[in-house]
């Protein structure tokens, strides 16, 4: 199983631009989660999702948007980039049953001049 | 937001020395995890505990949830080089989201 796959996995972004971080996972795994990692910090949630058609705001959503139309697939769009947004992002999956436990992505790197 | 501070934010050690490293919050969490994160990729699951008072082993390193259930500790016996990397705690609160810690990154020097 490839797991979590992000893609790009490098990005650089002039200020004002917009793109799309994809994430894919084949695990069938119902929770989705994006999050940014700041040098030598740790992980925020930006958003999350608990199943297809259902997303939800963690704990800095702003400048950013998700979608999830399908169980496998969890988009995160940033629309007007900004150099507060240079980040690793991590998309991350989990199966909800008993203890949930995270499955991260390789990250995406995104540097926005 | 739930904070979870972890301490020592930086650790550089000898191989064969003995370390902890210490996760606090002023929040009680359901379960607790502790993630390894080595450069370019994403963090590892190595543990997660549950029960206050809860202390489990892996090889060298052994995990403990404190009794209230608002912080814990890794330690870790004897590091050896492929212990380096970044260590972050996450707790899991009522509302079933993970808040991270703010990462101990450990260095151990042959």
């Known amino acids: 199983n490839a797991g979590v796959t992000q893609t790009p996995k490098f990005r650089i972004l002039k200020i004002g631009q917009s793109m799309t971080l994809q994430c894919t996972q084949d695990m069938n795994h119902n929770y989705m989660y994006w999050y940014r990692q700041d040098p030598g910090m740790g992980l925020k949630l930006i958003y999350y999702s608990v199943g297809a058609g259902i997303t939800d705001k963690g704990e800095v959503p702003n400048g950013y948007n998700v979608s999830r139309s399908t169980t496998e697939d969890f988009p995160l769009r940033l629309e007007l980039a900004a150099p507060s947004q240079t980040s690793v992002y991590f998309c991350?999956?989990?199966?909800?049953?008993?203890?949930?436990?995270?499955?991260f992505g390789a990250g995406s790197r995104l540097t926005v001049l | 937001t739930q904070l979870l501070e972890q301490s020592p934010q930086f650790l550089s050690i000898q191989e064969g020395e003995n370390l902890t490293v210490y996760c606090n919050s002023s929040s009680v969490f359901s379960s607790l995890q502790w993630y390894r994160q080595e450069p370019g990729e994403g963090p590892v699951l190595l543990v997660t505990?549950?029960?206050?008072?809860e202390v489990k082993k892996l090889k060298r390193l052994t995990f403990q949830f404190g009794d209230a259930r608002k912080d814990s500790s890794l330690h870790i016996t004897a590091a050896q080089t492929g212990d380096t990397g970044l260590y972050l705690c996450a707790g899991l609160d009522t509302g079933n989201q993970f808040y991270f810690g703010t990462g101990t990154s450990l260095t151990v020097i042959p």
């Open positions: 991350a999956s989990s199966y909800w049953e008993g203890a949930n436990v995270l499955t």
């Open positions: 505990v549950v029960t206050g008072g």
